[in-house]
């Protein structure tokens, strides 16, 4: 799994998701030069929406947390982690490598999802 | 034993928040109650054996509509600490000391620790360890002394033998708390010297029984935990990290979870979520708060009482 993967704070986090809707093409191929597309998962109700997401390899997921309390990204495998989101926090990493990513939130670990690069 | 009856609707008042302190004794697993209110009485009456008090989940960082200023609510809870007469032996926090894990909480946690009358021991919850795979950040901010693995550790006080679990790292996806089989271990070995009639005190963060699965209100592998200390005649665990009081009975064990000093959360399946429960902010005081433990000396029993920061107007 290489990539990069940023935490956003609180004020970015939003820009930061409007820019990424407006460039999602999240199945098709993406030219040379053209902006990656990009993928969102909402965080709310303790849970992971949609839980399941299915993207194109290169494709880069934000997470942000529109909870009250905190929540975190790990993968099963522990290789992408976000640390603490609060509220209002968002995290974002490209999945470059086709495959089934499980993850959870090491607050709440009954909070789970899946990411399928394809 | 004439008060039972009477202090059981005191547990239910204190379990609805209604702000009642509740004196739990147990004589040979056997519980007796008494109304808070007879504390300096019992002390007074008996041999005054040792007492201690419990806090949780400070959660310090916190700042949200269900409790802006928690530094404030574990002060308060720490000054009715500071005036316990006579003092307590020592104070344990079952964790969740801060609320993201970051230094800067760290740093006004320990600050406030510190103006304890009596020394604290400390134990990691889920919110102390975010990104410290093994527990030795936290480890290394709140040392203590015999501390094993990743931070569990055992001492003994009054006659008492008490263990300090750390089941709030490596969760498992759609998980509960977990204490790995090194803690397991250590722990079988940790009883394996002391007599069947040791009164023994577990307290870790997340609770040792099934209080609500669907909200990973448990641990993974305490039934093994619970094996190991099936010999002995009182064992009373005490856990955190459900921000609220809740008891349960399984031969001579007994369960108790806690309140926060920061803010209360659901009863099990009250709410979509577990998330901080807001209460009106003249309320609060009333359903958070520190509890106080008792042994008396001569007999080894245990007298737990819950008390919330205020009681109902």
Same mark, same amino acid.
């Given at each position: 799994m290489t990539s990069a993967h940023t935490l956003v704070g609180t004020a970015l986090a939003t820009a930061v998701l409007l820019a990424m809707a407006v460039a999602v093409t999240p199945y098709g191929p993406f030219a040379a030069g053209a902006t990656p597309p990009a993928a969102a998962v909402t965080i709310e109700e303790f849970a992971f929406v949609p839980g399941d997401l299915t993207i194109a390899p290169g494709t880069t997921v934000a997470w942000v947390n529109k909870d009250e309390a905190p929540h975190t990204i790990i993968t099963d495998d522990k290789t992408v982690r976000s640390g603490a989101l609060d509220t209002g926090d968002a995290f974002s990493h490209q999945f470059t490598t086709p495959g089934t990513y499980s993850y959870h939130c090491s607050l709440h670990p009954q909070m789970t999802g899946h990411i399928i690069v394809q | 034993m004439s008060e039972p009856l009477a202090n059981r609707r005191s547990v239910l008042r204190c379990m609805a928040w209604a702000g009642t302190g509740v004196l739990w004794t147990v004589a040979g697993g056997v519980p007796r109650s008494f109304a808070f209110s007879d504390r300096a009485g019992q002390i007074a009456a008996k041999d005054s054996g040792l007492t201690f008090v419990q806090i949780s989940d400070s959660h310090i960082g916190f700042s949200k509509e269900?409790? *802006?200023?928690v530094a404030a609510t574990l002060s308060l809870a720490i000054e009715r600490i500071n005036a316990l007469? *006579?003092? *307590?032996a020592f104070i344990l926090h079952t964790g969740d000391v801060t609320h993201l894990s970051k230094p800067s909480e760290f740093s006004t946690a320990a600050d406030i620790l510190k103006t304890l009358r009596a020394p604290v021991h400390v134990i990691p919850g889920e919110h102390d360890v975010i990104g410290d795979d093994d527990g030795s950040e936290f480890s290394a901010r709140f040392p203590a002394a015999g501390r094993r693995g990743n931070g569990w550790y055992s001492f003994d006080a009054g006659g008492v033998h008490f263990t300090g679990l750390v089941n709030v790292l490596d969760f498992k996806a759609g998980g509960l708390g977990h204490l790995g089989d090194a803690q397991l271990e250590w722990l079988e070995d940790d009883l394996r010297g002391l007599s069947a009639s040791t009164p023994i005190v577990v307290f870790a963060h997340m609770p040792l029984w099934n209080v609500y699965e669907p909200w990973g209100w448990?641990?993974?592998?305490s039934a093994q935990a619970l094996a190991y200390l099936q010999r002995f005649g009182s064992v009373t665990v005490l856990n955190g990290h459900i921000h609220q009081v809740q008891q349960q009975v399984e031969g001579n064990t007994r369960f108790f979870t806690a309140m926060s000093t920061a803010y209360p959360q659901p009863a099990p399946g009250a709410a979509p979520t577990p998330g901080p429960l807001t209460v009106q902010p003249s309320r609060l005081r009333e359903v958070i708060g520190l509890r106080d433990v008792q042994i008396e000396g001569r007999t080894g029993r245990l007298a737990v009482t819950d008390e919330p920061l205020a009681r109902p107007a």
């Open positions: - | 269900a409790n *802006p200023d007469d *006579p003092q *307590p448990g641990t993974d592998d």
